[in-house]
C-alpha cells in the first residue's frame, strides 16, 4: 500500500475550461500536470464523455511527450459515474462502461429529433455519451438565449420520457450549459466510487482529498468521501450562495468564479517539489 498525502477531485465545465468557449485554463492544467509528473493521483469526475475530455480539456497534456508516461496517475470518469478512462504504463488510454446504465435507443431517437428540429441554433445532441443523453449549448452560443431554450425544451424532454414510461428510471439535469437525461443511479458520488476503487486496484491510500466543483450537485463528490470516513475539503467555484450553510467537512468559496477561481485555488496551495 502506497500512502499519498493529498489527492485533486475536479468536475471539469466551469472547473477547468471555461463555460462558453469550452476552452481548459492553461494554469490548472499545468498544475495537474504537476501533480501527476509527482506521481500524485488525479481523478476528472464529469458528466462528459470520456472521449471529449481527452481530446478537447486535456489535449495539450496528452500531446506532451514528457506527462504522457505518467498519464497512469489520472482517471477520468465521464458520463456522471456510467463511464471512467484511465491508462496504463505507456500511456494509452483504457475505456470502461457500466453496461447495466444505459437509455433506450428509441427515446434517444426522440430527443435527437427534437433538438435538430426546434432547438439547432442553440443546442446540439451529444452523440459521444453511451449511457446518458446530453443536449448541449453551441460552442461561444450566448448562455442567456441557451437558457431560454433550455427551458422551451425541457418539458418537452418530460413528455417523451413519460411516453416511454420511464419516469421511475430516469431523471433530468439541467446545468448553465447543458440538459442531462440519465438514470436515476448515477451522479457525482458515483464517480467517486470509480475513483475509489481505482485507487484500490492501485493499492493506494489517500490522506486528504479536495474536491472542485461549480455546480450544487458536485458537493455529492465530498459527500461520499465523508461517507466512506475519509478526510475531505470541497472548494466551490460557482455562483456564490448556492450551498447550504454547514456541512461535516470544510467548504471553501473562491472570490473569482469558475477556471479563474480554480487557478486561485491552486496557486495557494503549497507548491509541491
Ligand atoms: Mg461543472
Known sequence: MKTVDHMLILDVDGVIS????????????????????????????T????????????????????????LKNLIIVGEKGGTWMDFDENGQPQDHIDKSISIPQNLQNDVRSLVNSKYSDSTFFDLTKRTMISTEMRDGYDMTSYGEDQKLLAPQVDELIRKYQLENVLVVEPNPIAYD??????????????????????????????????SPGDIKMAQELNKNNLKVRHVHVGKKGTHEDSYPFEVITTEREYEEGTEDFLKGLPKSK
Open 47 to 70: 458528466g462528459r464523455s470520456t472521449e471529449w475530455v481527452l481530446e478537447r480539456t486535456l489535449q495539450p497534456l496528452v500531446d506532451d511527450l514528457e506527462t504522457r508516461k505518467y
Open 181 to 214: 437525461i440519465q438514470n436515476i443511479e448515477v451522479g457525482k458520488h458515483l464517480g467517486i466510487k470509480r475513483i475509489l476503487n481505482w485507487l484500490k486496484d492501485k493499492g493506494m491510500k489517500i490522506v486528504k482529498f479536495t474536491t472542485i466543483g461549480d
Open 18 to 45: 471555461n463555460l462558453k468557449d469550452k476552452k481548459s485554463n492553461p494554469e490548472v492544467l499545468r498544475y495537474i500536470a504537476k501533480e501527476l509528473r509527482n506521481g500524485k493521483p488525479v481523478a476528472l469526475n
